[in-house]
């Protein structure tokens, strides 16, 4: 083992005289930031909890930028009206804008949805057979819509 790391662990057998104890919670917050960008979202949550050095990185906008897809502006015009919207107006994380999107939005009418995948932060989309343009839908000889209580 090097002579520093000896020092640093307290190996040297001068315990009075060497540097205090250093831990994970001395790792500066910048290089916290920066392990961080290479994990995904969850991994992100569950590092925050481990030491005040994580949990200050995670917060920052940086790290939650890089986990957002390009077109979250575009994404968050569909995010609620009333109080929701209201919330949303105010100037909100990127942390807080991921958590929105990472629930399901529906738009046109509530026949479609979206929502950012927790792990990867792709977006998935969901759409209703009434939202899609299916020829002779109207023609009860072709289609006939038979709604079940396992179908929304």
Known sequence: MGAWVSVLLGMDGAAAAGPAAVGLGDLPELC????????????????????????????????????LPENYNYLMEFVGSGDEGKRRRRRAGKKEIYARLARPVPFGDGKKEFW???????????????????????DRRYWQHMPTSESR
Request: contains cysteine; proline residues 3%.
């Open 116 to 138: 950012l995948d927790k792990n990867k932060g792709m977006i998935c989309m969901a759409l209703s057979s009434k939202a899609l343009v299916i020829t002779g839908i109207d």
């Open 32 to 67: 916290a930031a920066q392990v961080l960008l290479r994990l995904d979202p969850p991994e992100i949550c569950r590092l925050a909890q481990v030491n005040h050095a994580f949990r200050g990185a995670a917060g920052a906008d940086f790290v939650w930028e890089a986990k």
